[in-house]
């Protein structure tokens, strides 16, 4: 009897067992048509946005991701009945036809896959274009087009999905049925692969998946864009997934958008002296001081700004750190009032070009690469979306450039038609309107290569090679790129001043944040989005040239301000605070402006911490390298 029952208990356990393991498959007969095209859509879509570039390659775990991520639908398609499960596979596969098909299309057109700046673009698309993407939808051009593989999956889908109904009315012969043994039999070794194929899947995915989790779960769209710079990102391999990061990135903005309105209402002037006439401000974008030759550099990267510096006009700050370096978060301090270390965040303060407007100062922004565009990152999108919201861009200016150029002389011809323009318009006798002019130059960004036209190249990658011998003659081209680059923009800065020589004007200049192109022996690159920030990194990426320029009429009207300035270049200072000062030279008396934070005011304080990333003291960083010297 005992041998007969430890059998059965054997026996019973196997059973168990192997109904256990069936279980697994049953996800997949019970929505194995969808999971099946589902499969196929998005390996056809991570084809189709595949980019035509060299070293181009699909996500190296897209297979095995993709069937963890249906198999956890499927098994949630499982739980339900059967009739309402069709239902809900057939909206589901709808939705994801749809939103491939966007993504084909969107890189087809674009260059891009669905980025949240389209879906913030097609927020504002109004009726008229609307029906204007219809009717190109509708053209037969759109038949060529790659997206039209999207289609002819779908309607191949929809025809095995009724393929029952129409083999039951045609009266065709079913599938001949199998032996129950074989059947066991198939179940079980189909359950097998289904377990190999899970742990697989879930090994080679679950990295992926925590990062996606936190990405997911950043609360502000600053945020969102710190975790995409680390080395760890996600992978949105999936069209679903960059929809939603699309919509995530969209409401987080959009709750940021909301403050920034609000904060209008405390955009409050008291009274405008306009005691500058003409006040320029000059963004420049990827230039730290250590490759300015007005700082010391030894290849002559800056001629034109040190000529100017010569006529003392030109007046160098020597002590001047971003708070960030990433542009969009530069770009948000130096907008907004509020300083580092005083309570709430950014968009609780009024921006200063809404008070500038307010106080009677016509204002004119040209940007080169904050203005809405379908190809655009993250990056861009965090930087330029409270710039680009009609209701506070409306607020904040009264022109604006409508086009980005290649290179940045472009903005120079904005700049001049915009007068030219006004010139046409302006009444014989009229008084001239104060000013504030706000360029945002390319700069230094990269790609370098791209950011000086051929004919005003001037340093070869030969030129390094005494002075750099360390570097390999790669790198020793990046950094000709980028020395080319910085002797471009000091062409273009000085052509700015150029157009204001004959006015009373106060030119102030200050690139976001500053740059690596293989500085010491780092061996980096551009910049390293890291937690930990030590002296180096704080030197080379956060330690920027600034500097103001003042037109003759203006110091001879102003010399009080132009000492002032004189006598402040050796202080400490951070560009968040930069608003500050604009406020004072135009004279405009707010509840927002603090003379403590003007570094031209007499209530300056100049032991405020500078803070970098709103976690690392930048001058006990400073001290600390000092004192190990």
Not at 119 to 143: C, D, H, K, Q, Y
Not at 282 to 303: D, K, L, M
Not at 490 to 500: A, E, G, L, N, P
Not at 614 to 628: E, H, I, M, P
Request: glycine share 4%; charged share 20%.
């Amino acid at each position: 009897m005992q041998p007969n029952c430890e059998t059965n208990c054997i026996n019973m356990i196997y059973s168990k067992l192997v109904k256990g393991i069936r279980l697994l498959t049953l996800p997949i007969t019970r929505n194995g048509l969808f999971l099946v095209f589902m499969y196929a859509l998005g390996v056809v879509c991570a084809w189709l946005t595949l980019p035509n570039t060299r070293g181009a390659k699909l996500y190296d775990h897209l297979y095995w991701e993709l069937f963890l991520d249906l198999y956890v639908v499927c098994a949630l398609l499982a739980l339900l009945p059967r009739r309402l499960r069709g239902w809900v596979s057939g909206f589901l596969a709808a939705v994801c036809y749809v939103l491939n098909f966007a993504d084909v299309y969107c890189f087809d057109k674009f260059g891009s896959t669905l980025t949240p700046s389209m879906l913030m673009l097609v927020g504002e698309t109004n009726a008229r274009e609307a029906s204007e993407f219809i009717e190109l939808f509708l053209s037969p051009e759109m038949l060529l087009c790659p997206a039209m593989w999207i289609v002819v999956l779908a309607l191949a889908h929809v025809l095995c999905a009724f393929w029952p109904v129409f083999r039951r009315r045609m009266r065709l012969p079913s599938v001949p049925h199998i032996s129950a043994r074989v059947g066991v039999a198939c179940s079980v070794v189909s359950s097998l692969v289904v377990v190999y194929l899970l742990v697989r899947a879930v090994d080679e995915s679950w990295e992926n998946k925590q990062v996606t989790w936190r990405l997911f779960s950043q609360t502000t769209i600053g945020a969102v864009e710190h975790d995409l710079t680390r080395p760890d990102k996600p992978v949105l391999y999936a069209s679903p997934y960059r929809f939603a990061f699309s919509v995530f990135s969209n409401v987080l903005a959009g709750q940021q958008i909301e403050q920034l309105v609000a904060a209008t209402d405390k955009a409050v002037v008291d009274s405008c002296s306009f005691r500058s006439p003409h006040i320029v401000l000059i963004i420049g974008e990827s230039f730290g001081r250590h490759h300015s030759q007005q700082y010391g550099y030894s290849v002559p990267t800056t001629p034109r700004q040190i000529k100017r510096e010569r006529t003392g006009q030109l007046v160098k700050f020597s002590d001047v750190v971003a708070p960030w370096n990433l542009t969009s978060f530069v770009f948000k301090n130096v907008f907004s009032m509020h300083v580092v270390g005083q309570q709430g965040e950014w968009c609780d303060y009024p921006l200063f070009p809404q008070l500038f407007r307010k106080a009677g100062y016509e204002v004119c922004f040209l940007t080169n690469q904050f203005l809405p565009k379908a190809k655009e990152a993250v990056y861009d999108f965090s930087g330029g979306f409270f710039l680009n919201n009609p209701t506070l861009s409306e607020s904040m200016f009264d022109i604006r450039n409508e086009e980005t150029h290649l290179f940045d002389e472009g903005l120079l011809a904005d700049y001049d038609r915009i007068q030219e323009r006004k010139e046409a318009n302006r009444v014989d006798g009229s008084d001239t309107i104060s000013t504030l002019t706000i360029f945002h130059l390319l700069g230094q960004h990269t790609a370098y290569n791209i950011r000086c036209p051929k004919s005003k190249k001037h340093f070869q990658p030969d030129d390094y090679a005494q002075t750099r011998p360390e570097l390999t003659p790669r790198q020793r081209r990046f950094l000709s790129d980028y020395d080319n680059a910085c002797l471009y923009n000091d062409s273009v800065v000085d052509q700015i001043c150029r157009r204001f020589e004959n006015e009373s004007a106060i030119v102030i200049y200050m690139p976001d944040h500053g740059e690596e192109c293989y500085e010491g022996n780092r061996g980096i690159l551009c910049r390293r989005h890291t937690q930990k920030i030590d002296y180096d990194l704080a030197h080379f990426e956060f330690e920027i040239p600034f500097w103001v320029w003042c037109s003759r009429s203006y110091i001879e009207t102003h010399p009080d301000v132009f000492n002032q300035v004189k006598a402040a270049s050796k202080r400490r200072f951070m560009t968040d605070a930069l608003p500050h000062m604009l406020l004072y030279l135009a004279g405009i008396d707010a509840p927002s402006y603090h003379a403590e934070y003007n570094i031209l005011s007499p209530s300056y304080n100049e032991q405020r911490p500078r803070i970098l990333q709103d976690q690392t003291d930048y001058d006990a960083l400073r001290s600390a390298s000092l004192n190990d010297k």
